[in-house]
C-alpha cells in the first residue's frame, strides 16, 4: 500500500513537472516569433473579435486598442497558466501544509523571474522589444494562478487527501505523549519496591 501511494505521488510530481516545462516552452516559443509572425498570429483573432465588439466598419484606433487588449490578455493568461501548474506542483511538494506557504511565495518568485528572462528574450528577436508592463502583467497573471490553486488545495484538496494522515499522526503523537508521560511513574514504584525488599 506504501508503494503504491509511493508510486502515485511520483507520478503525480512528473505530470506536473512535465506541465511547467510545457508552459515554459509554449512562452518561450511565442516569444521566438518576430514581429512579422506575431502580428500574423494576434491579426486574425483581432479580425474575428472586432466584429463581435467593434463596429461594422472599425477605424484603425479601434483595431489596435483591440489588439492591444489581446496582446495584454495573451500574456496574462500564458503566465497564469504557467501560476497554475506551478502550483500544482508545489501544493503536492508541501503536501498542502499551511505552514509551507512559502513554498508558493517561492513558486511566484520563479514566474517573475522567467517573465524577467522572456523579456530579455525579446530583446533578440527582430521587431521584438522588452517591456515593463509586460513583466508586471506576467507577474499578477502567474500570481492569480498560484493563488487560485491554493485556495482549492489549502480549502478543498488538503482536506479530502491529506486530513486522514494528518489526524494519524495527531493520533500517534499523543501516543507517544502518553507513553512517555507513563514512563516516569515506574521509576518511583521500582524504588519502592526496592525498599521493601531491603
Known sequence: MAMKKTTVRRAVYIVSAVLVFGAMLY???????DAEQSGAQSGWITQVLS???LP???SREEMAKLESVLRTLGHFSEFMFLGLVTAILISFLIQCDPKKWYGYACGWIFCII????DEWHQMFVPGRAAEWKDVLTDSFGSLTGILIIATIFLTFVRKRFYQKSISESDS???ENGET???????GPQDSETTDSNG
Open 27 to 33: 512562452i518561450f516559443i511565442n516569444s521566438a516569433m
Open 51 to 53: 466584429k463581435i465588439f
Open 56 to 58: 461594422a466598419d472599425p
Open 114 to 117: 522567467y517573465a524577467l528572462t
Open 172 to 174: 500517534s503523537d499523543q
Open 180 to 186: 512517555g508521560e507513563a514512563a516516569p511513574d515506574a
